[in-house]
């Protein structure tokens, strides 16, 4: 967050590379320690108790879980964080030019 228009702008255009190029992008330091803490531990949690979950393996040892649409989940500083919500339209916009403009 301490970072520069044009920072941000690179952090984004590398982002949004690795997303289009390999499909996924891995967005380390993105939130702060006490928002994710909590979350690992409700991770573990889920793991170990009797609610199903979808969770598929995938490449470079790397796991995809479907969570639920609920707290903790769909905090706000989840899914609406700034760059996570740049990487969302830009995809969108790559791959539906139809519906987006250059703005």
């Known amino acids: 967050d301490s970072a520069s228009s044009s920072q941000r702008r690179h952090i984004a255009d590398e982002a949004f590379a690795k997303l289009t190029s390999q499909g996924y992008v891995v967005l380390e330091g993105l939130l702060p320690l006490e928002l994710v803490t909590p979350l690992e531990a409700e991770f573990e949690r ?3 108790g009797p609610e199903i979950m979808s969770t598929e393996t995938l490449r470079a040892g790397r796991t995809q879980t479907a969570l639920p649409f609920q707290l903790p989940w769909n905090d706000d500083r989840l899914i609406g964080h700034d760059l996570v919500m740049e990487l969302v339209v ?6 539906d030019a139809m519906t987006c403009t250059s703005n």
């Open 90 to 95: 830009r995809y969108i916009c790559n791959n």
């Open 46 to 48: 889920l793991l170990r």
